[in-house]
């Protein structure tokens, strides 16, 4: 008799909220539709496919005869259709009620699409906290797959994951699959017969074990360079789905479910919070990222035993590394437990969902991919948590709690909170008293929504790519390994543009709006646009006081050095016309004359990368581009705007100011190379003050916003 095994592959398929529809349509071609066809060919291969939300709602409208084709794989049990959080979230991020609700949603989804609740349940990036089970069981679920770095966390040998284990929480017990390292790194990037026969090498004469491999299904066409091997003269996908039924006599391909209903687990585990091992990488800081990097690499090479124990930081540290994650993900929590208190009915249906869509994982991180480096994504989670929230207020004309003293962001300091009907303005009293969120309620949009430029570990990798190719004009990095495989994407370095090395500036302060700014007479546009100016004191990074709150209005104050500094924020206007000033006063409390620049500085996220002819700054009539730099002397008024997001902001000084405003660029890396990513612009109006002991000098900044329409209103008829 042979020896046999088994074999159960996952294929996880996700696009996140926000992207862009030829993204979606490029990666359906390139990786979801082929792989499609090819099961269809192949109806001896049986395997597992999820397909997150977000996708299932775009594959509804934009690709409906998809659906139906994979429902009738699923009939005739060739596929199992995988579940999990509807808008793809980590559920480790959510409050309990949340976790069910997105949990559960999917499941009356896939039951409506398909005929059948899903059994397992795909868990975004492998997040993984113990109290899951109680979670995901609640919601109906037996399994899931997670990464072997979590089983070699739990002491469990590479030789015994061959096969499901058990855990449980608070009485609730869930299998746990986990996708195998070898298994992994050869699918589909090692030839077929390399593949199978890693298999045949780990058949027993028993039969008993399975081999799992749970990964990404955009690695079969939609990640660079893989089309071509997987559905191109190569064919990997054809030969390796030909090979396993000619094999069949010996390798059985399975789905989770299908092998359950079969075999009993192989025992017992309790896995430590985790990802997988690259995740963990990625958390840590900079610094400390690049030297666990080294020393992961340094143990991989020497086949050091210790290498099982090393691991870096959990997900939620990227909310420590990352102060915009944090924000972003502590606003999600207080717009939950407002939702939560909507009576029922259709607003709170409506809001529900917005909320939903705003834990959508993929801004919630930094790695490999984008993340909260992407605009557009992180925008699109904040515009769907705004909705919600405006709707868990009342909507328009609604009262409103403000002037309120609240610690949004869970740092144990308060924030001061003003809300009107138009807007929401949070201000960070104990850091430069700057504005970290102004969100325009009526659109929905979150015009602070400005990434702060820091250093990244794969910072050195670019500057070593460059130093690599600037001695070897022969081409380097292209993607290939040295036999012509393609690499994995974890080893693929490219670059979207050259130089982008001499392009890395980082900011020493977050980039918050409403900051004062005390600068040398000297300072030139281009030092405050690389963040390289020094201010006179410090006014960014230090705590202000609170001197007075109201329902409209904050006042700070500052003793800074030779000056003393009150600042007042205050908020007006209505609902499609919000209005947000900015006035600081500097007295002169020293016994010296002060001379120096007194200014405000805006950061403002439009949306205007890529020079997108929708967004811009205007002056005097002449427009450019918001991703674009201007410099203007003695003006007293500036617009900018976002057609295509129905906002228009007039910024209105007290008086002649100077305009500096420069595009914020950070140098991120993604699936498709490193690149020059814009994140918004960078807006400081001063002018020069000249004040004698005892002396005053003062710049207010007005900014009107006009909001074409209600965004909730247009957007309706586009969700899903």
Known sequence: MPRRISLALTLHNHQPVGNFGWVIAETYDRAYLPMLEALERHDGVRLALHYTGPLVAWLRTERPEFLERLGALVGRGQVEVVGGGWYEPVLAALPER???GQLTRMADELEMLFGARPRGAWLAERVWEPDLPTSLVSSGYQWTVLDDAHFRAAAIPEEALWGPYTTDDQGKVLTVFGTEQGLRYRIPFSPVED???????????????????????????????????????NGWVEQFFSALEAERDWLTTTTPSGWLDGHGPVGRVYLPTGSYAEMGEWALPAHEGAAFARAVHEATAEHRPELRWLRGAIWRNFQVKYREVNDLHKQMLRVSDL???????PAREAAIDDLYAGQSNDCYWHGLFGGIYLPDLRVSALHRLILAEDLALGGPGAAVDSGLLVDLDLDGADEALLVDDGQIVGIKIDEGGGIGRWDLRAAGHPLAAVMRRRPEAYHEKLRAHERAAAADRDGTGDGAGGDGRPASIHDIVTTKQAGLSDLLQYDSYERRSGLVRVLPLETTPRDVAAGSAEDLVDTLTVPWQLAAIGVDRVALRLAAGPLELRKEISIGGDRLAPALSVEVTATNVSGEAFEGLLGVEFAMMLLGGGHNPAAFHSLAGRRIAHDESLMAVGVDRLGAGNEQLGVVVETVADGAVDAWISPIETVSNSESGFELVYQGSAILLHRQVDLAPGATASVRIEQRATVRAERAVVDAPARP
Not at 204 to 210: A, I, L
Not at 211 to 219: A, I, V
Not at 339 to 345: H, I, L, Y
Request: net charge negative; proline share 4%.
């Open 339 to 345: 939702v939560d208190a909507m009576p029922a009915g």
């Open 98 to 100: 949340d976790r069910i």
């Open 195 to 233: 593949v199978i026969g890693y298999l045949r090498d780990h058949a027993t004469e028993r039969g008993e074990r399975v081999g799992t491999m749970g990964d990404d299904g955009e690695k079969f066409g939609g990640w660079p360079t893989t089309y071509e091997h997987c559905w191109g003269d």
